[in-house]
Nanobody, 130 residues
C-alpha cells in the first residue's frame, strides 16, 4: 500500500520560512515524480514544484520560483519543500503527490498537472499572516 504523509505545516509570518516534509511508504521517492500542490479556499489546486525521477531535478511554478526549494533524502524516503520569504498568498493546504510516469521535459508545467498524479497525501495547512 502506498502512503504519503505531509508534516511541517503551520502558521508563519510573511517573510518567514517553513519546511514541509513528505514521507513515503510503499514506493521509492527516487523512482517517482514527487510533486507539491496547494489549494487555497475557493481556488483550484495549483502545482508548486516537482522533483523529476528522470533527471533528479526540481521544477517550480513561476509563483514560487526563487523562494521555494524542493529536495529529497533517499535514505529517509522523504521529500522536502523549503518555503522562504513566504507571502500571504502562499496560504493554502499543501499536498504531496507521486506519479510513476516517465517524463523528461524542460517545462515545469509538464510536471504539475494534478490529474496525472495517482498517489496523494492528506495535506498540510500553511497559513501566512501579514
Amino acid at each position: 500500500e502506498v502512503r504519503l504523509e505531509e508534516f511541517g505545516g503551520g502558521l508563519v509570518q510573511a517573510g518567514g520560512s517553513l519546511r514541509l516534509s513528505c514521507t513515503a511508504s510503499g514506493l521509492n521517492v527516487d523512482e517517482y515524480n514527487i510533486a507539491w500542490f496547494r489549494q487555497a479556499p475557493g481556488k483550484e489546486r495549483e502545482g508548486v514544484s516537482c522533483i523529476s525521477s528522470s533527471n533528479g531535478r526540481p521544477y517550480y511554478a513561476n509563483s514560487v520560483k526563487g523562494r521555494f526549494t524542493a529536495s529529497s533524502d533517499s535514505a529517509k524516503n522523504t521529500v522536502y519543500l523549503q518555503m522562504d520569504d513566504v507571502k500571504p498568498e502562499d496560504t493554502a493546504v499543501y499536498y504531496c503527490a507521486a506519479d510513476g510516469t516517465y517524463r523528461l521535459s524542460p517545462l515545469a508545467s509538464d510536471y504539475l498537472r494534478a490529474q496525472e498524479y495517482r498517489y496523494w497525501g492528506q495535506g498540510a495547512q500553511v497559513t501566512v499572516s501579514s
